[in-house]
T-cell receptor, first 116, second 111 residues
Framework: GAGVSQTPSNKVTEKGKYVELRCDPI?????LYWYRQSLGQGPEFLIY????????DSGLPNDRFFAVRPEGSVSTLKIQRTERGDSAVYLC??????????????FGPGTRLTVL | QKEVEQDPGPLSVPEGAIVSLNCTYS??????FMWYRQYSRKGPELLMY????GNKEDGRFTAQVDKSSKYISLFIRDSQPSDSATYLC???????????FGKGTRLSVIA
């Protein structure tokens, strides 16, 4: 079956602009995670959804970042008034909640965001 | 001090060598430990998943967890050029929660 997909694969924007990044999880996965990976670093947690609701948004760096998952499937990460420091790869992952290795997080290829 | 420490390398080995990668952590609540492999410009993919202390083997890969020392390792036997990638350790204290990653170790296996 299809894996996690993310669009766009690359996004170049200017400082101050608004961007939306989309994640399509694996069908049937109820848990969805957003991470941010800066160059030479491991992924860092941003926000986690269980179904439609944000179960944990403690990783969002400030109120310019917001994410939604209105129907419990596709999620959109929204960044307002982008800054150069927002440049990174934004990764999405999804998992089931079945237990053991079955709740492994499967990652998408990421969206590479560049803020000029 | 970060919760998970991992030497970023780079690590360069000849083909056929045994590779040892490791991470240390500070949070004693961690009990699920994973190793992910990430090729350039790709998302991380799961290699090994271990619960609590002990060893787990899968083909050329062996994962070890020592909770008393807060130390985890990944061994790769008979390394191949296709193993060249960044290896990320990750861990969680409870199921279905966000992963805490190390910085990743960049490995090059030279033919």
């Amino acid at each position: 079956g299809a894996g996690v997909s993310q669009t766009p694969s690359n996004k170049v924007t200017e400082k101050g602009k608004y961007v939306e990044l989309r994640c399509d999880p694996i069908s049937g996965h109820t848990a969805l995670y957003w991470y941010r990976q800066s160059l030479g670093q491991g992924p860092e947690f941003l926000i986690y959804f269980q179904g439609t609701g944000a179960a944990d948004d403690s990783g969002l760096p400030n109120d310019r970042f917001f994410a939604v998952r209105p129907e419990g499937s596709v999620s959109t990460l929204k960044i307002q008034r982008t800054e150069r420091g927002d440049s990174a790869v934004y990764l999405c992952a999804s998992s089931s909640i079945a237990g053991g290795v079955r709740d492994t997080q499967y990652f998408g290829p990421g969206t590479r965001l560049t803020v000029l | 001090q970060k919760e998970v420490e991992q030497d970023p390398g780079p690590l360069s080995v000849p083909e056929g060598a045994i590779v040892s990668l490791n991470c240390t952590y500070s949070n004693s609540a961690f009990q699920y430990f994973m190793w992910y492999r990430q090729y350039s410009r790709k998302g991380p993919e799961l290699l090994m998943y271990t619960y609590s202390s002990g060893n787990k083997e899968d083909g050329r890969f062996t994962a070890q967890v020592d909770k008393s020392s807060k130390y985890i390792s990944l061994f790769i036997r008979d390394s191949q050029p296709s193993d060249s990638a960044t290896y990320l350790c990750a861990m969680i204290s409870e199921r279905v929660t966000p992963l805490v990653f190390g910085k990743g170790t960049r490995l090059s296996v030279i033919a």
